[in-house]
């Protein structure tokens, strides 16, 4: 896959997306927002890949907000529809996504980008990264699920705090605040996020689609029980749980399908 503005590359299932715009700070424009929206599609479709990993050119950002100069002179109307579109294609996708996302935070996450790994179902940190939604010094607020998702990870006095003030937090405090799940140093951030990714390639995939689509049900204003309950079912009929218990009474590992 040949990008303009993203780095991507399969290697052992692992899908490695780079945003590849570090001259400036690998900011979100509108044409790295339409090729984030194709390799996240192309991820889910693909059965080559059991998981993701999307960092950040360099080690001075992961991203660092979304592209000003292109939306300055929208109307309401524009606004809604540019917020409604990255939700749709971008954000929205990666959190409903059946494989595996984790942002691996190299630097600054701030705005569209701290969106964007919040996005992600897992997010680890680099010890120098600082994560912020600074969007209220511009006179807006977070439009692709910040306020949403920050309150999700945080709690609502912590996310209001941080987006009223515009505060950034650092790697540190941002994993006590539950909002990274790891910090660790640079060298040993894509390690890190691989040996997660790793250990999710060996369980079954179709479990692991379900259980996350069961765990995003509880955010997103669904029935949360009647969706595990639901897909808890669905496993029954699957040939990874036949061979996944034939596996455990014959005190052998597992060697899943996908099916």
Avoid: W
Wanted: proline letters at 2%.
């Amino acid at each position: 896959m040949a990008y303009q503005n993203l780095l991507s590359e399969v290697k052992e299932n692992i899908l490695y997306v780079t945003i590849n715009r570090e001259k400036a700070l690998n900011a979100l424009n509108k044409e790295t927002l339409s090729e984030l929206a194709d390799v996240i599609a192309y991820a889910e479709q693909s059965e080559d890949v059991s998981g993701v990993i999307i960092t950040g050119a360099g080690e001075k950002a992961f991203v660092a907000g979304a592209d000003i100069k292109e939306f300055s002179n929208y109307s309401g109307k524009q606004g809604e529809e540019l917020a409604r579109h990255g939700h749709e294609t971008v954000f929205n996708a990666i959190e409903n996504s059946s494989k595996l996302f984790i942002a691996a935070v190299n630097g600054f996450a701030l705005g569209g980008g701290l969106e964007l790994a919040m996005s992600c179902h897992i997010r680890i940190a680099a010890e120098h990264a600082k994560l912020g939604l600074p969007e209220v010094t511009l006179g807006l607020i977070p439009g692709y699920g910040g306020t949403q998702r920050l309150t999700q990870l945080v709690g609502k006095g912590k996310a209001i705090e941080m987006i009223t003030t515009a505060n950034m937090v650092t790697a540190a405090v941002a994993e006590q605040i539950g909002l990274v799940n790891y910090v660790v140093p640079q060298a040993e951030l894509i390690g890190k996020a691989e040996e997660i990714l790793n250990a999710v390639k060996q369980r079954a995939p179709l479990a692991v689609a379900a259980a996350i689509k069961a765990v995003i049900a509880s955010l997103n204003g669904d029935n949360g029980y009647a969706t595990e309950i639901e897909e808890f079912g669905k496993c029954f009929e699957t040939a990874d749980f036949k061979e996944g218990v034939s596996a455990f009474s014959e005190k052998r590992k597992p060697l899943f399908s996908g099916r």
